[in-house]
């Protein structure tokens, strides 16, 4: 909680290319809850670049059509594995805030049983932006690390003990 405590406070001195990605294991759920942020002018640029055009999305009313094409976005960018099997993960909320043009995704990537080993993808802006950090933040359990993923670096693999 302090790293991202402290994370946060930084971004706020320092506006840069960052997304912050947060995974954290959930026994009762069976399941991993994931927080992504983005800058929302971030992610509008990104996905375009992507999908090659840009809808209209709708965040205040029916949101399905709105989480159906950002889910499709998410799936080409980023990826959660559990001893090398991708997990399918559902949008569970959706929030931007145009004041500070922040977009907070809430994510649930179904794991029955947590392995030792999870690699985490993310190449959020990496196309767009040399100077591109996507910070990640894996716990489970007793275990919590961070990684900076760059352009020339979109996946990190953890070993964990969760497994054993």
């Known amino acids: 909680m302090i790293k991202v405590i402290t994370i946060l406070l930084w971004l706020a001195l320092h506006p840069v290319h960052v997304t912050i990605f947060g995974i954290e294991y959930s026994e009762s759920k069976k399941a991993f809850d994931a927080t ?6 971030d992610f509008l640029l990104d996905y375009e670049n992507l999908k090659g055009n840009l809808p209209d999305f709708d965040f205040a009313g029916g949101k399905a059509g709105t ?13 959660l594995e559990s001893e ?6 559902s949008i569970e909320s959706m929030n931007l ?3 500070e043009n922040e977009l907070t995704l809430g994510l649930m990537f179904r794991c029955s049983s947590p392995g030792k080993y ?13 100077d591109q950090a996507n910070l990640v933040i894996l716990k489970i359990s007793n275990f919590e690390e961070g ?8 996946e990190h693999l953890f070993r964990t003990d969760a497994g054993e």
């Open 36 to 41: 992504l942020r983005v800058y929302y002018d």
């Open 67 to 79: 989480s159906r094409l950002i889910k499709d976005y998410l799936s080409d960018r980023i990826a």
């Open 84 to 89: 090398a099997v991708r997990l399918d993960f």
């Open 97 to 99: 805030n145009r004041e």
């Open 118 to 130: 999870f690699k985490v993808k993310n190449s959020i802006l990496t196309s767009l932006y040399n």
């Open 147 to 154: 990684v900076k993923l760059t352009p020339g670096n979109e």
